[in-house]
């Protein structure tokens, strides 16, 4: 089954709560917490995912584009995020497998993710112990942009990689999800897709929802 994670970071800040209700059919909630270092964008930090949490039941997929994440694991796991996903690039692998671990004793879902740049095999040290691994279908940092149609060869490698070591594990896509770029990584293996504008953009926005899971 095909699920959808809207990411807030479509979303009318001001009209937050609002914005996450309109939302409320969908599957997960994608949280984009980005910090000026490891991408050139800032957007939010643990108080709003606090307060994030107060206002819904939803699972907070809560995305770290930020270097060192091992230090914030705890914190946003306390704030309320149901899954963390970290970069492979933000720091040394030692310290990614020490984040995994936190995020473990924390109970929290655990996830890695990956820039375009990096190739899939880099989720083979941790796969076993993953729920989720995040295919980066345009360079993180920004909202908006052009799916980049050389990732299909990373999120088909990924699929491989999940079913041979891990198939309870989760394919999420992110970046430039549409109508008509949701089908492609459907059919590379991607279960989990987060969509922005596509569903933000739309003047239906539950019947955004249900086309994107409708995807095949």
Do not use: W
């Amino acid at each position: 089954m095909i699920k959808v994670s809207p990411s807030i970071l479509s979303a009318d800040f001001c009209n937050l709560e609002r914005d996450i209700r309109l939302v409320s059919s969908a599957d997960y909630l994608h949280v984009d917490v980005m910090d000026g270092c490891f991408v050139p964008n800032l957007t939010i930090g643990i108080p709003v995912v606090q307060s994030i949490r107060k206002h819904t039941d939803m699972f907070l997929d809560v995305h770290l584009m930020i270097d060192k994440p091992l230090r914030y694991i705890e914190d946003f796991a306390k704030a309320g995020a149901d899954l963390l996903s970290i970069h492979l690039e933000a720091d040394h692998p030692t310290r990614i497998a020490q984040a995994l671990k936190v995020m473990e004793q924390c109970g929290v879902k655990k996830a890695v993710a990956l820039r375009p740049i990096t190739d899939a095999r880099a989720i083979l040290p941790y796969v076993e112990q993953l729920d989720m691994v995040l295919v980066m279908t345009v360079e993180p940092g920004f909202g908006g942009q052009a799916f980049m149609e050389s990732q299909l060869d990373t999120i088909r490698q990924a699929r491989a990689i999940i079913d041979r070591y891990n198939p309870a594990c989760e394919l999420e896509v992110d970046g430039g999800i549409s109508p008509k770029t949701a089908p492609l990584v459907v059919e590379a293996g991607a279960n989990v897709l987060v969509a922005g504008s596509a569903v933000y953009g739309a003047q239906d926005i539950p019947g955004a929802i249900a086309a994107l899971r409708a995807a095949h």
